[in-house]
């Protein structure tokens, strides 16, 4: 779908990016002691993963400002857009939907749409105050379009802010699909510390920065974008999140293990992924770099005294990406931290049983895995680097030390065949029973910019095409399968076909967890068997299907609140 363009929005007061740098104009009395405001946005659709992780990329950008003296205030209204705002715009549920045209009408300040008009007003209204920079750090899709908004909003009612749009989102998608709605005046890709801080001097204190020397940057000369390298800062240089601001009760839930209204706090012991999977584009933010073990462990200690917390939830790509670190950490935390618990991502290469001994030891109580298939083929096609029988036994080593596992596995991969069915079959049958395993299933979508998509025929792929989708929805793109000869028609029938084989047991995972987090003894009582019989007669009776939604209706009423993160 083609979307208009917007020229980015030219800040007289300050700069004018129309002319590029040879312009910058002296900042107002009033700019220099304006303060930079961080915003962690809300989003347009609660189609999102329903946890309470603390915003860490904004908090170390906080941290690190206040540190060199630059007045900086933090906002996060993610956590009230999906837990306390049922009145909040959400594309995705019909009664409270907008059309895409009502959007970008908005974003012309055209919009008639009153609940896009009272959404942007109820957070614009608050997060405008006598910000000189205000910084979004974007994690996921669906707060780009709300940062729109907000920018907008910041747009009309302050002419001599600057706006800024950073964070992961940021990073990872291509310049032109950022700047073509204009509205920020700058965009940063990479860590946003430095970047930010030469900003604010240049800016604001009319230090003898350009444009050009700031790392990460992007700007807009001549009409169209330059695109500055990364700023890459070693591990040991980032900084402990501040959280300085930040409602904290907002962030609690209950938690089967660790109790009511816990707090945990996101920290990271390494920068970056360690690994090079074919499917992700998580290389894309960070270049891998571990911290020192006392750094870690004294921070963790500073941290828990701070926030009055012994949880933690590790931010890392994989926990245990150096399995060295991770040992010489464990054995920091088992000796000064006894009392902590956490919770990270974790890959099945680089764990053998001494060493989950150990984490379990320092208070790991769960794990997540990235395993995506039980398939050895698929496996390696997708860059995991593991052997499928050393996969079962990490698991099994996990569940016999007390630590649960949540397990990341796709289907309708590339190249999928009946054998990828019948492993993923057999992993959830060897396991769905166990209180220590939940399942996380879902489907093979082709990402921009990973491997696979940059280089389609080293995986057999071919004739990339994009699929018309709406504006918010993710990017989706079709291929043909060069080694096995299918277009993309008829992989899109194999793929129909393995979705309908594995229609059980995708049901059988689903209601397992309904089950499993309800508040009545009487649900969880009943085996997810059942409701997996009586979703087979729905679809093929209506009055069965009446029965099966009151069922389920009946057990969803009866869950829990957020009680594990996922």
């Given amino acids: 779908m083609s979307h208009p363009v917007w020229v980015t929005h030219p800040n007289n007061a300050v700069f004018d990016h129309r002319q590029g740098e040879t312009h910058r104009k002296p900042p107002m009395p009033s700019q220099s002691t304006r303060p930079v405001i961080l915003i962690h946005p809300p989003a347009v659709s609660k189609r999102y993963l329903k946890t309470k992780f603390?915003?860490?990329?904004?908090?170390?950008?906080?941290?690190?400002?206040?540190?060199?003296?630059?007045?900086?205030?933090?906002?996060?209204?993610?956590?009230?857009?999906?837990?306390?705002?049922?009145?909040?715009?959400?594309?995705?549920?019909?009664?409270?939907?907008?059309t895409e045209d009502d959007f970008l009408a908005c974003l012309r300040d055209e919009s008639t749409r009153t609940a896009l008009a009272a959404f942007t007003e109820k957070y614009g209204s608050r997060l405008l105050t006598d910000g000189g920079i205000y910084a979004f750090s974007i994690v996921a899709y669906h707060q780009f379009w709300a940062g729109l908004l907000l920018s907008r909003y910041i747009r009309a009612h302050d002419p001599a802010a600057v706006i800024v749009f950073g964070g992961p989102f940021i990073t990872i998608k291509p310049t032109e699909s950022l700047v073509r709605y204009g509205l920020a005046d700058y965009w940063v890709k990479g860590s946003g510390e430095l970047p930010l801080l030469m900003l604010y001097e240049m800016l604001c204190k009319n230090a003898g920065h350009s444009l050009k020397e700031i790392p990460g940057l992007i700007f807009m000369r001549n009409g169209e974008p330059v695109e500055n390298p990364k700023w890459e800062p070693a591990a040991i240089e980032e900084r402990a999140p501040d959280f300085e601001g930040l409602d904290l009760d907002r962030y609690c839930y209950d938690h089967p293990l660790t109790g009511d209204q816990t707090l945990f706090l996101p920290y990271r012991i390494s920068k970056g992924c360690p690994s090079r999977c074919t499917f992700c584009t998580g290389r894309l933010v960070d270049r891998y770099a571990v911290k020192p073990v006392e750094k870690v462990v004294s921070e963790l200690i500073s941290l828990s005294q701070r926030y009055q917390t012994d949880n933690f939830m590790f931010a890392d790509a994989s926990i245990n990406g150096s399995p060295r670190l991770l040992e010489r950490v464990c054995d920091g935390l088992i000796r000064r931290f006894p009392d902590i618990r956490w919770y990270a991502y974790a890959r099945v290469r680089g764990f053998d049983s001494r060493l989950l001994a150990k984490a379990r030891e320092a208070g790991c109580f769960s794990l997540f895995w990235g395993l995506e298939s039980a398939h050895q083929p698929t496996v390696e096609l997708l860059g995991k680097r593991f052997r499928v029988e050393r996969m079962f036994e990490v698991m099994d080593q996990a569940i016999e030390l007390g630590i649960k596992n949540y397990v990341h596995i796709m289907y309708n991969t590339p190249h999928e065949t009946d054998a990828d069915i019948r492993a993923f079959m057999r992993l959830v049958d060897r396991y769905i029973d166990s209180p220590m395993v939940v399942?996380?299933?879902?489907?093979?979508?082709?990402?921009?910019?990973?491997?696979?998509?940059?280089?389609?025929?080293?995986?057999?792929?071919?004739?990339?095409?994009r699929v018309e989708t709406g504006l918010f929805e993710r990017e989706q793109y079709t291929y043909d399968e060069t080694r096995g000869g299918l277009n993309a028609e008829e992989v899109r029938q194999r793929n129909e076909k393995h979705r309908e084989m594995l229609m059980d047991h995708l049901e059988w995972i689903r209601y397992q967890a309904m089950t499993r987090n309800s508040k009545s003894r009487v649900i969880r009582m009943i085996p997810s068997r059942v409701f997996v019989r009586s979703a087979k007669h729905a679809r093929r009776s209506r009055p069965a299907a009446r029965i099966h939604r009151a069922l389920i209706n009946w057990a969803q009423s009866t869950t829990r609140g957020l009680s594990e993160q996922m």
């Fill in 54 to 98: 603390m915003p860490y990329g904004m908090a170390v950008i906080h941290a690190y400002l206040k540190e060199h003296g630059v007045p900086v205030e933090q906002r996060d209204y993610l956590m009230e857009y999906l837990f306390d705002a049922p009145e909040d715009i959400d594309f995705h549920n019909p009664a409270m939907s907008f």
């Fill in 439 to 465: 399942f996380l299933p879902g489907r093979f979508l082709l990402e921009p910019q990973s491997l696979m998509f940059q280089d389609p025929e080293t995986y057999g792929l071919a004739n990339i095409a």
